[in-house]
């Protein structure tokens, strides 16, 4: 193969680094497991403990000083490790390192990693169904795949994860790619099939001459290991008759995956170095915080992480919470506009202040951590904002002001309202690229589970006033979802009068915990690298940005792919 590995390189306070060899990918990952190891109570912190446990009393004083009057727009650079010059120095050391640490996301062009590739515009046909995000992903990483399978010699493309075979149809038809998608939903594979035959018809009727179109075969499996996987991959080496064909005519395949979740990524990396017939691998993961990882007992199975030999000698232990932290994206923090990081800081705080409650009325149930759902984000997103705006132009806390709790509850006409006081639907959980991964939504909560609310005095200020509405909402959605009632000894106002002067805190220390998301992220890519790295020179990877971050944020690929004989000789 004519390429060479990319060369992933930053440069961070005076250190060079680098991860061509296997040497250099340890060197760079033992650097961000000690920066890790020096700040676990910020990797390992919950929303929902943020007021109980007093959280920002666990960053540095003087940085929470200074953060708390900074505008937000400053905040939301912070994943990205920009600092400000009047900042404390320990504060901008913080950012500039787990800068230096981080891999370069900025996106490459497929040509600067393989000169033959070429990327081909897909028609509105072959488009049908994807968004500008999907389009974008599957123009990059077929011309990608293609390229890699030209290189490589392989003739069938191993489509893991394939979804509703997107990836797969455009190999199929604009490269010509014989193509076997793999996918746990048979609904998924029907929706494959059937597009695929449509799609079949147009480029035929397109095509002057008698061009034979091949649609991608799809096999429905649940890939719980990569043998399951290597088995699946295997049995699709079959001719037209149904018969395997034999080592002295072995198949040369490509595993490719978009976007493959949580173990199946490390599954294909696995497959790959197992499997004689696999000679190419590109692969884009996600859903770290669906990995499983070996918390170093004994134990029979795979995890997905860590898999390479000098992650597993370091002992760094990352959990749910840091896997899910690495899901954030510093491109999109920055893109965030003022009024929806507002928007997402509160739901932060009506979380945590959440829980306060559960802590002091629901103990058993607090004890039970439940989880209160993450279904209807974009739609919650919404209503909150439209909450807001009316309670803003209201210009006054009418929906506090009844003068008995009952009445609070109820319209003129007996009825429940539908205004600011008790908006249809619930209020819940920001967008999953801004927040933690954790899980503390409030939706499908019925009206009916309203009662009777202590909500203290009416005279509180305004903004304050319907900042406490908007958390009485989501307390009364939340309750709802574990099956409590709200008890007329709920005072509700106390609690929210308790940790409102803290809410300051919200946003800097989320925003601070952010910044170390994308040092996750490295090291976790890292560690999939290395253990390519550790196969010795009969293999060759790297880490390749093929997506737009901003579009994509987990746009980082494993390419891969085997030597043969006359290339190691050279």
């Known amino acids: 193969m004519a390429a060479s590995p990319a060369k992933n390189a930053v440069r ?7 991860c061509e060899t296997a040497a250099q990918t340890r060197e760079w990952m033992e650097a961000i497991a000690s920066f890790l190891g020096g700040h676990r109570p910020l990797l390992e912190a919950h929303v929902v403990n943020f007021f109980k446990d007093r959280l920002w009393e666990t960053v540095d004083a003087e940085w929470m000083e200074c953060l708390r009057g900074e505008p937000v727009e400053s905040l939301l650079m912070l994943p990205s490790g920009c600092v400000q010059y009047h ?42 169904g994807m968004n500008t995000k999907k389009k974008h992903e599957i123009e990059t990483l077929s011309a990608m795949v293609d390229a890699i399978a030209r290189s490589s010699g392989a ?24 193509v076997v998608a793999i996918d746990a939903s048979s609904h998924h594979a029907s929706i494959t099939n059937t597009r695929a035959e449509r799609i079949k ?22 890939v719980l290991s990569s043998d399951t996987l290597a088995a699946v991959t295997l049995d699709a080496c079959q001719d037209d008759h149904g018969q395997h064909v034999t080592k002295t005519n072995v198949p040369q395949l490509v595993l490719a995956g978009l976007h493959a979740c949580g173990d199946l990524s490390v599954n294909m990396l696995r497959v790959f170095v197992s499997c004689e017939q696999v000679q190419a691998l590109v692969s884009v993961g996600c ?34 919470s840091i896997r899910d932290l690495a899901c954030q994206s510093a491109e999109r923090w920055r893109n965030l506009t003022k009024e929806m990081a507002l928007q997402n800081f509160d739901i932060h705080a009506f979380r945590a202040a959440f829980q306060m409650v559960l802590e002091k009325y629901f103990p058993e149930v607090s004890k039970l951590s439940p989880s209160i759902g ?42 429940l309202p539908t205004g600011p006081t008790n908006p249809k639907g619930a209020v819940g959980c920001c967008s999953s690229e801004c927040c933690t991964g954790d899980t503390y939504s409030t939706s499908g909560v019925d009206d009916s589970s309203i009662s009777e609310v202590n909500v203290g005095p009416s005279d509180i200020h305004h903004d304050a006033c319907y900042k406490f509405t908007l958390f009485k909402d989501f307390t009364v959605s939340g309750l709802g979802r574990v099956g409590c009632d709200l008890v007329e000894d709920v005072h509700l106002f106390e609690i929210w009068k ?23 992220e490295t090291y976790i890519l890292l560690d999939r690298l290395l253990f390519l790295q550790e196969q010795g020179s009969a293999v060759q990877a790297s880490l390749f940005p093929l997506f737009d971050p901003a579009m994509s944020p987990r746009n980082m690929a494993v390419v891969a792919w085997k030597l043969t004989g006359d290339a190691l000789e050279a």
């Not at 308790?498 to 996750?520: N, Y």
């Open 12 to 18: 961070g306070n005076g250190v060079a680094r680098s």
């Open 87 to 128: 900042w404390p120095s320990s504060l901008q050391e913080f950012l500039l390192t787990a800068r230096s640490l981080v891999l370069p996301r900025e996106q490459k062009s497929t040509q600067s990693f393989l000169p033959n590739s070429r990327v081909a515009s897909i028609g509105t046909v072959l488009a049908q």
């Open 155 to 178: 003739k069938t493309v191993i489509d893991v994860g394939s979804g509703q075979g997107y990836l797969a149809q455009a190999l199929s038809f604009e490269y010509q790619l014989p």
């Open 201 to 222: 018809k147009h480029y035929a009727a397109k095509c002057v001459e008698k061009q034979q179109f091949k649609v991608p075969r799809t096999v429905t499996c649940h």
């Open 287 to 320: 859903c770290y915080n669906l990995l499983s990882e070996d918390c170093y007992e004994d134990t029979d199975t795979c995890p997905g992480f860590p898999i390479s030999k000098a992650a597993k000698s370091s002992k760094l232990f990352l959990g749910k």
């Open 374 to 415: 993450r279904q209807g984000k974009a739609l919650r997103r919404q209503r909150l904002r439209k909450v807001m705006e009316s309670c803003s132009s209201m210009g006054k806390a009418d929906d506090l002001s009844y003068s008995n709790p009952k009445e609070q509850n109820m319209n003129a006409d007996g009825s």
């Open 498 to 520: 308790d940790v409102q002067h803290f809410t300051e805190f919200i946003g800097p220390f989320w925003c601070l915990r952010a910044a170390l998301g994308p040092l996750v």
